[in-house]
């Protein structure tokens, strides 16, 4: 009997579902992984591996929305994105090749700040994230 316990423990473990990745930390900021040309709202660099990449965004692609704010200035789109909740999707209305399109991104974590990625500046100042 108990031979036949640990056979169905043993099973039951090894045919559980494994997630793919660890969930989004919820109070961690929104991250889409481009970075626009100087001066403008069309993509330079799109980061593989990133929300945007994986979505399909790509490099030249111009943008006219993310989510709710108009591209207009890109310390907007930095602040909106950022303060959306990682794991929300939103639509990012581009143009590319003449024709627009709108793409569904699902909002990454934004990465420790690094040499690479600084953290991001904000004319506002964002409440203070909890401690944990």
Excluded at 18 to 45: F, I, K, Q
Excluded at 92 to 102: F, H, N, P, Q
Aim: aromatic content about 4%.
């Amino acid at each position: 009997m108990a031979e036949l316990f640990t056979l169905l423990v043993l099973v039951s473990v090894g045919l559980a579902p494994v997630p793919a990745e660890p969930p989004p930390d919820p109070l961690g900021w929104g991250y889409l992984g481009v970075a626009p040309e100087a001066g403008g709202m069309r993509l330079a660099v799109v980061q593989p591996g990133t929300p945007a990449a994986k979505a399909g965004l790509q490099k030249g692609d111009e943008l006219i929305s993310v989510g709710t704010v108009a591209a207009r200035d890109w310390q907007d789109i930095t602040e909106y994105v950022c303060n959306t909740r990682p794991g929300t999707v939103i639509r990012v209305k581009v143009r590319r090749d003449g024709e627009e399109k709108s793409i569904p991104v699902r909002i990454g974590i934004r990465p420790p700040p690094s040499p690479d990625l600084p953290a991001p500046q904000f004319r506002r100042r964002l409440p203070a994230a909890p401690d944990r």
